[in-house]
C-alpha cells in the first residue's frame, strides 16, 4: 500500500456531526518512543524464558506478542499486569506490576533519551519526531471548530512534557492525559464517557485516532468515526500490514500510514464544498 493511500473499510463513513476529536499520542502523533515494543516484548519474554518451563521461546514470544497487541492504548500497567498473570500460570511468583512497568521505563529511556534530549536542546526540529502532516491535520480541526482530547496510556508526566516538546499540547482544548499511579481513575473509555455525561457530545459526535486496538474499540463502541493510524514506524510512509489488521479488527473506518492523505481524508470525512 503506497504512503499517500486511504484505506476505507466502511463505506460512507463521515464524521460531519462530529463536535469532539479524541487523539492518542504515541504512535498516533509522536513516534519519539518508536520501537517501544521491541523494547517491552523482549523482556517479558526474558521474564518468562527465566522460569524454564521449557516452551519454546518463539511460542512465549508469539504469546507476548499477542496481549501486548490487545492492550496497546491502554495504561501502560495494564500490559505489565498481562505479564503477572502469566507467570502466575506458570508457578512462578510475579514481581509486583508496578516494579515490571518500571524496568520496562528504565530500558525505554535508554533507547528515547537522545531523542528527547534533541528536542529539548532545540537540535531538530518537532516535525522530526511527528507522524507526517500531523501540525496540518490538527490545524484544520481546530478550525473546522472541533473540541481536541489528547489520551495516552504513556505516564501523564513523560506525555505532557513530550506533546510540549513537540509544540502539539496548544491544540489540546479539551486537555491532556495520561496513564496515573492510580491506573483505575482514568481510561480513554472514562474519558469518552464524561465528555458524554457532561452533555458535550453524543457518542456519534466523535472522531478519532488511534494506532491502538484500545481506542479504536472505544470510539467505535459509543457510535464514533475512527481513523486508524497504522504507519510503519519510524519512517511512517507506508502501512504496517500487522498494525493494520489489529485496527480492521476492532472497526476502524479507515487505515491511514500517515496525515499526508489529509485533503483526500478531509474530504472524505468532511464531504461539502468546504475541504482542506
Known sequence: MEGLMIEQLTAGATAERARIALFDFD???S???????DVMIPMMV????????GEPEADLEALVREFVGQLTGKQTIYQM?????????????????LEYKHMYLDRL????????????????????Y???GSMELLQALRERGLKMYLASGTDEVYMKEEARLLGVDRYFDGGVYGALDDYKSFSKAIL????????????DEFLGFGDGYVEIENVKQVGGIAVGVASDEPECQKVDEWKRNRLAGVGA??????????EDLWSRLFPGPAQR
Open 27 to 29: 504512535g498516533t502523533l
Open 31 to 37: 513516534t519519539i518512543r518508536s520501537g517501544w515494543m
Open 46 to 53: 526474558e521474564v518468562l524464558v527465566d522460569l524454564k518451563t
Open 81 to 97: 499486569i498481562a505479564l503477572a498473570d502469566e507467570v502466575s500460570k506458570r508457578g512462578g511468583t510475579p514481581k509486583d506490576p
Open 109 to 128: 529511556w535508554d533507547r528515547i533519551k537522545g531523542r528527547v534530549a534533541e528536542l529539548r536542546d532545540g537540535h531538530c526540529a518537532p516535525e522530526k
Open 130 to 132: 511527528l507522524i507526517p
Open 192 to 203: 469518552i464517557q464524561r465528555i458524554i455525561q457532561s452533555a458535550e457530545a453524543r457518542g
Open 253 to 262: 473506518d479507515y487505515i491511514v500510514p500517515n496525515y499526508l492523505c489529509r
